[in-house]
Every structure is written in C-alpha cells, then in structure tokens.
C-alpha cells in the first residue's frame, strides 16, 4: 500500500467536508469522479468513511495505473471504473456522495443531467468544485431547485475555488436553493476579494463581445455580493 499524498488545500476541504458528513453515516458509496491520479479518494479509502469508494475517470489508462497502486487496499471496499460519469448507475437503497471536482461549470451541469436522465435514486448528494462557469453552474442548480447543503470558498497557491454540496431532491423553500452567486462571501477575507475581482474582469471582458446583455445581467448580480455579506 503506497503512502497517501499530500492533498492541496483544496481537496483537503473538500476531503474536511466529506469527513464531517460521515460522522452521522450519511453515506454508503462515494463516487471520486474525474479522480486524475486518486489522491483524494485515496485518503477518502484509507479513512475507511464509506463501505465502497467508487474511482471514476474516462480515461481507461489513468483507471490502469490507479488500479495497479491501490492494491493494497481491500478490494470489496473500492472499485475502479473508465467511464464518463454522465453514465454513472447508482445501486438502488444506498445514500450515494458524487465528487465533481477540477472540472469545468459546463461539463458539470452536462454530467447532472445525463445522471438525472438515467435515474430514479433520489438519495444522492453532489460535491462541486469547478474550475471555471461558476455562474453558469449556479444558475443551473438555482433552475433546477437543488437543495444546498453548504458552499465555501478555500484558496490554493493563488487560485480560488467554489465548493458546493447539495442534494437531488428539488426543494420549495427559497432559502435552501442555491443563489446564483453564493452567501458565502466574506468581506474581510482577501482572496475572496480576489476571488471577486477576477469574476467581475471575466464577465466584463464578456460584455465587449457577442453576450452584452447577459454579461451585464451578471455583473449586476456579482456587482454587490460581496459587500452585502457579512
């Protein structure tokens, strides 16, 4: 059994959250997709904080090489699978955590709707972290009536990232929806300000192209955020 890598502070929050749901036994199985070299579900394995790990990447040689470095592992307690995770089936009567992490707001709101295309198991919970289209995702999710669960952002080697968790189950209470550019802003924190600033360049660099109204649509919900939060 190879020694665990050290994660990032990025995957080390999103690792941080998913240990703090399992104390109350949330979930069975954890899906780590697009998981690159596996290091967060890796230490999600080794924690032992679900009964199957699910490794997912559509890259069948990336699932070859993590394959090969998990044998240490018990192997009922994890599965390697090459697929897109759009295509992911869900075992019926298990509570199910999907990880959709380093990857862009596009490509996540694509994999939402093929697994909701493709089931019926309503007991499942998504943890994102994209890349990039951070407004594009949280204007599908708002659509969509996902009930959140929590939102943070955490800052790594200069760059600033959105976590978010929530639940397939739509919900009708306006608080728990997601807002299409978070409450969690901290108006004392830097990086959030950061954060911010290179939103707002990116839509109004946007807003010079062939989307001027929905750019500026954007930045007027941007415009604010920060300074109304806490």
Not at 101 to 122: P, Q
Not at 185 to 211: E, F
């Amino acid at each position: 059994m190879q020694a665990i890598k050290t994660l990032g502070r990025r995957l080390d929050a999103i690792f941080d959250l998913v240990e703090s749901r399992q104390q109350h036994k949330t979930y069975d199985a954890i899906w780590d997709c697009g998981c690159d070299h596996g290091y967060l579900g890796q230490k999600i394995l080794a924690a032992e904080l679900c009964e199957t790990l699910y490794f997912i990447d559509q890259v069948p040689h990336i699932i070859k090489q993590l394959a090969s470095r998990l044998r240490g592992y018990p192997g009922d307690h994890y599965r390697t699978i090459a697929t897109d995770a759009g295509l992911l089936e869900f075992p019926p009567n298990k509570r199910h955590l999907v990880i959709l992490a380093g990857i862009g707001g596009e490509r996540i709101i694509e994999i939402l709707r093929n697994i909701a295309r493709n089931t019926v198991n309503e007991q499942i919970d998504y943890l994102l972290c994209p890349s990039t289209g951070h407004y594009e995702l949280r204007e599908y999710l708002s659509t969509t009536a996902f009930c959140l669960h929590h939102e943070s952002i955490v800052s790594e080697k200069g760059r600033d990232y959105e976590i978010i968790l929530i639940n397939a189950i739509p919900t009708t209470d306006s608080k728990n929806r997601v807002s299409l550019t978070g409450k969690m802003w901290d108006k004392g924190n830097a990086n959030h300000h950061r954060h911010h600033r290179r939103l707002m360049t990116h839509y109004q660099k946007q807003s010079l192209g062939d989307k001027v109204r929905r750019a500026e649509i954007i930045l007027q919900h941007y415009e604010n955020c920060l300074n109304n939060s806490g």
